[in-house]
């Protein structure tokens, strides 16, 4: 009896390829880990999700062997990593790629140099290294970038090479610190992909962080860590039980006032586009409904829709139930100005810089009171587009219209009209709230009394009371995300440019973002031109403007672009197998080029109908893998980005050949 | 310790050093640079002072006293003047440093046989040069003195001027500068700066180095790796050291062939002592990397660090007996002091190992123990 125990127990730990038991780590006082308990199998993608500050990187650190902590166990492999000769012990098993976008490589050095380094250091073979970094560099499209600087790569390229040179020295454990923050959505998938090939070819362990919510799906097993805590843990969908709900997407006659009503009685509930997105504390979705219905009274719903509800949702639904409370926002004024018109009109603008065409021919309009995304990957030409239309950088050919002016002759003016909040969030960061507040307004020009009422009006809309004579500085991101805004509303600008607006926040932070957003366009009919890399957030947006290699090549609201690609590609399905990494790549082989994996299923563009459904059944079935099931999804902001964005490349390696 | 590890560390961070225009470039221009300007500025020799003579008397003996002044190499004359007003305004504006003035019947009451005063007026903003300027007038005033006096016995006794003269001063004092005969501060000056330079740049580029990788965040490949602590270090600091040797010998070149220098010892002693120092410095650099985070921080505080004891606990403007009691102590603790021993050793004694072996093994010990040092201090698994 005792025997078994114990042989249960010797293969229990040599299934493990991490076990932390009450592991904390502190930085002086501050607690980044609390007491966190968790095990990792070997062969598995394990994520670690929760915002900035959640204590992700800390715990990896110390899993790579590169961070001591203060309390608890830590056993990676067979060894406990208690001091520093015993760190040294696993890391020729590890992998790591610490945070930031290539920060830990050499820009001087080329693409290959880098690798070799990395090689040398670990002690691979030249010969092995050869053969190593000829499959890596092909498996990752590198290998025409050998002899590239390591500066002068895309995001998503600097990311891959960052994954081979993780993997160059073959690693049994590789730990990833949010290898896919600021990517853009196309090669954070093609991450993905390569992620689980290596996984399939070559049965490593990978321990993952990310800040992307809708990303928990990529992995088979993950923590839901928020301020050092472990709120969640197990297979994604066990994660999402944490708080059980509905998620009901209306289409109500007059928006605003129907979110006025409804937010007396539901918390959680936030406006998307046209629409209104609410959470229902109510599992079963008939009930929630009724609910929702009853609470409607008196409005015309067009249209209603009952979810299960994303992570991000439950991970708010799940603060806020634990008492993390949002202070309501200050009263909108309504707008004076005149509600009907166009307040940026852009008209054939180019931009460029040398013989580099940053911006070419962009052209849209954007009404009064629209909120209006620009979406793009790094260097699509969205921020330039921005500098051009604060009359910040002069276009070099082509005009606009930026609220009554003309951005070409009259930028000054154009200036006092609009407020711009750039990437970096344009604080002074070693001044407080306060000192910022009245820097801005002294800027423009305000007088005494109206900076005191515009002051006392942001610290309520930035949920800053108290914070006064804090540092801007020493603000946690979202606290700083929304004063920047305030500084940017100081003026009561008609116009509001926000560049990446929201990098870097965690949700409950972005969620009171755009509840301001939404508020300043509705109510004080603001026009809101917004740039962004999350995905969920362009479904806040009215209308979308698609940039890629410095042309808009779609331009629509977001319901016109999912109709649209769902029309020319036919859908896309959702297939469950009980084998999914070895499942997508039989798929990827196959015809179905598409085919991405997420946790336990695979995404493929291809319409839900029977030929499809026998041709994918027997393709996997020849590979004896069995589906579980199949069924058409709805797509997301995201599904259409890389779809476009795809499309384009593939039209410009047609050109090009 | 592995060999190819290390190899890997120099061969990526000598590509980085190469590929770096910028820091290439300041890594060399910047040492010959301060050679060139504090060679050429910090001269401590005071020659040609701006000056003028206000001849109140305006006879053949004034104008002869006069001549004294004009024709010495120690004074510019700038000309006769007869308004005193005029020459203290130009005093002010440093077209003049000093003048002098020659009071009426100069002439008739030294040969009467009363004294006569000439007054003389210095800049004293500058009190060294001021000072000079004084012990230059004093001592022109007192060889014409005394040739006065001299003449007035040749013709009262009789006898030949040179007796005269001889006779008046029984005690005379005959000098010769041993080392630098005819006393030029370059001399001096050009191979201690050598000292001071490589006391400042080699820790500039090591924290440098260093701390970029720091504040990057590439250092995690180094934590994260099982290249040793020592290993790395070797590997990152080797191109910084060999960086700073062939400055070493730019700056050698320049203090000989430039500024005329002598070098009158072994060049193979001079390499190798140099080399020992450089290593030194370097390992300052090293253990202020280790301690701080940020490149703004590195370069403060190896300023602080290498600035301050290179110019003042050094010997190369005061001499080190000349300092006060604790002075001299920080002076012994730092490792310049050593270094500049061992370069007027061998510039200007041409004195090698057998004298100078003492601050050659000090310097080593030095060197080692900073190493020591900043390696003990270097985790790979930091607490933060």
């Not at chain 1, 010969?127 to 390591?150: N, Q």
Request: charged share 20%; hydrophobic share 45%; glycine share 8%.
């Amino acid at each position: 009896m005792t025997a078994t125990v114990q042989m249960s127990e010797a293969k229990a730990s040599a299934s493990l390829a991490v076990s932390a038991r009450g592991f904390s780590k502190r930085y002086g006082k501050d607690t980044a880990v609390n007491r966190i308990d968790l095990d990792i199998h070997k062969g598995e993608i394990y994520g670690l999700i929760g915002p900035d500050g959640a204590g992700k990187s800390s715990f990896m650190k110390a899993v790579a062997g590169v961070l001591s902590f203060e309390e608890g166990t830590l056993q990676v492999f067979d060894t406990q990593v208690d001091s520093e000769a015993s760190a040294e012990l696993i890391k020729q098993r590890i992998g790591f790629m610490p945070q930031g976008l290539g920060l830990n490589m050499y820009p001087d050095l080329s693409v290959e140099e880098n690798i070799d380094f990395f090689a040398r250091l670990r002690l691979v073979p030249e010969k092995e290294l050869t053969s190593r970094k000829h499959r890596l560099l092909g498996m990752t499209r590198l290998e025409a970038f050998r002899d590239r600087p390591m500066k002068n790569l895309s995001g998503g390229m600097k990311q891959k090479l960052g994954l081979v040179c993780t993997l160059i020295h073959e690693p049994e454990l590789i730990i990833l610190d949010e290898p896919t923050t600021g990517v853009d959505p196309v090669s954070r998938r093609d991450f993905w992909s390569i992620l689980a090939r290596l996984l399939r070819e070559q049965g490593i362990t990978a321990l993952v962080s990310t800040a992307y919510m809708d990303e928990a799906t990529r992995f088979q097993r993950a923590a839901l860590m928020y301020q050092g805590k472990v709120l969640a843990e197990g297979e994604p969908d066990v994660i999402g039980n944490l708080a059980q709900g509905t998620m009901i997407t209306i289409d109500v006659d007059s928006q605003a006032d129907a979110l006025q009503t409804l937010s007396r009685q539901f918390e959680q509930i936030e406006a998307v586009g046209s629409r209104l997105r609410i959470w229902v504390d109510e599992a079963d979705a008939m009930l929630a409904e009724q609910q929702l219905r009853d609470a409607l009274a008196g409005f015309t719903i067009q249209h209603l829709e009952c979810d299960t509800p994303g992570l991000e949702d439950v991970f708010v639904a799940k603060l806020r139930q634990e008492g993390n409370v949002v202070a309501d926002l200050p009263a909108f004024e309504a707008g004076n100005n005149d509600k009907t018109g166009v307040a940026i009109e852009a008209h054939e603008l180019s931009k460029r810089f040398d013989d580099f065409t940053a911006v070419d021919k962009i052209s849209f309009t954007v009404p009064k009171g629209e909120i209006f995304g620009l979406l793009g990957a790094n260097g699509a030409g969205k921020t330039t587009a921005i500098k051009m239309l604060t009359g910040i950088q002069l276009p070099t050919r082509g005009e606009g219209q930026v609220a009554g002016a003309n951005m070409s002759t009259a930028a000054q003016l154009i200036k006092q009209r609009i407020g711009y909040m750039s990437q970096a969030f344009s604080l002074y960061l070693d001044l407080s709230v306060s000192e910022n507040i009245n820097l801005f307004a002294g800027v423009y020009g305000l007088d005494s009394k109206m900076r005191r009422e515009r002051s006392a009006w942001i610290i309520e809309l930035a949920d800053l009371q108290g914070y006064e004579k804090e540092l801007a500085g020493s603000l946690p991101m979202g606290l700083r995300q929304r004063l920047a805004l305030g500084c940017a509303l100081v003026h009561k600008p008609q116009i509001l440019f926000l560049d990446e607006p929201t990098s870097g926040v965690d949700p409950l932070g972005r969620r009171r973002f755009w509840e301001i957003l939404f508020n300043l366009a509705r109510v004080q009919n603001v026009t809101i031109l917004a740039t962004t890399h999350y995905m969920s957030e362009a479904e806040h947006c009215d209308h979308l403007a698609l940039m890629y290699a410095g042309r808009i090549v779609a331009d629509d609201t977001p319901d016109n672009m999912k109709a649209a690609v769902t029309a020319e590609a036919g859908g896309l399905l959702e297939v469950s197998v009980d084998k999914p990494i070895v499942a997508v790549g039989v798929l990827e082989e196959s015809q179905y080029k598409g085919a991405a994996l997420f946790g336990r299923q695979i995404h493929l563009w291809a319409p839900d109908d029977q030929t499809n459904r026998s041709r994918i059944t027997s393709l996997l079935a020849d590979a004896g893998i069995s589906v579980l099931g199949m069924q058409a999804r709805t797509l997301s902001m995201e599904d259409v980005f890389v779809y476009r964005v795809l499309q384009q490349e593939q039209a410009r390696e047609k050109n090009a050949a | 310790m592995n060999l190819y590890r290390i190899q890997a560390v120099i061969s990526k961070e000598w590509r980085e050093i190469v590929r770096d225009r910028l820091f290439l470039t300041l890594a060399f221009v910047v040492p010959a640079m301060l050679m060139l300007l504090f060679g050429y500025g910090l001269s401590l020799d005071v020659e040609d002072i701006p000056f003028a003579i206000v001849d109140h008397d305006n006879t053949q003996l004034s104008r002869d006293y006069a001549s004294r002044y004009t024709s010495s190499r120690y004074f510019d004359f700038k000309g006769y003047s007869q308004d005193e007003s005029l020459l203290s305004k130009k005093l002010s504006t440093n077209e003049l440093r000093a003048y002098i003035v020659i009071p009426e019947n100069f002439e008739k009451n030294l040969m009467a046989g009363k004294p006569a005063a000439v007054q003389s007026i210095l800049d004293g903003t500058f009190p060294a040069r001021a000072a000079t300027s004084k012990g230059y007038i004093t001592a022109i005033n007192t060889a014409y003195s005394s040739e006065l006096l001299a003449s007035y016995l040749s013709k009262a006794k009789g006898v030949s001027a040179e007796i005269a003269a001889e006779a008046l001063a029984p005690v005379s004092v005959s000098v010769r500068y041993l080392y630098n005969q005819s006393l030029l501060s370059t001399w001096s000056i050009a191979p201690k700066l050598i000292m001071v330079i490589l006391m400042v740049s080699p820790p500039f580029l090591t924290a440098l180095g260093v701390v970029r990788e720091k504040e990057r965040g590439s250092i995690y490949n180094i934590y994260a790796s099982t290249v040793s602590r020592a290993e790395f270090l070797i590997g990152k600091i080797t191109p910084y050291v060999l960086m700073s040797v062939v400055n070493a010998i730019i700056l050698w070149v320049l203090a000989t062939f430039l500024f005329g220098a002598p070098f009158k010892g072994d060049f193979l002693f001079f390499l190798l002592a140099t080399c020992i120092y450089v290593m030194c410095t370097t390992g300052i650099g090293l253990v202020i990397s280790v301690l701080v985070e940020t490149q703004v921080a590195a370069m403060v505080v190896t300023a602080i660090a290498t600035v301050v004891p290179a110019a003042l606990y050094s010997g190369v403007l005061v001499p080190i007996p000349s300092l006060s009691g604790q002075a001299q102590i920080i002076a012994h603790a730092l490792p310049a002091m050593y270094y500049t021993n061992i370069l007027t050793g061998t510039f200007l004694k041409g004195t090698g190992m057998a004298d100078l072996w003492q601050d050659v093994l000090i310097l080593t010990l030095y060197a080692a123990g900073l190493f020591l040092v900043g390696y003990s201090l270097f985790s790979k698994r930091p607490r933060s």
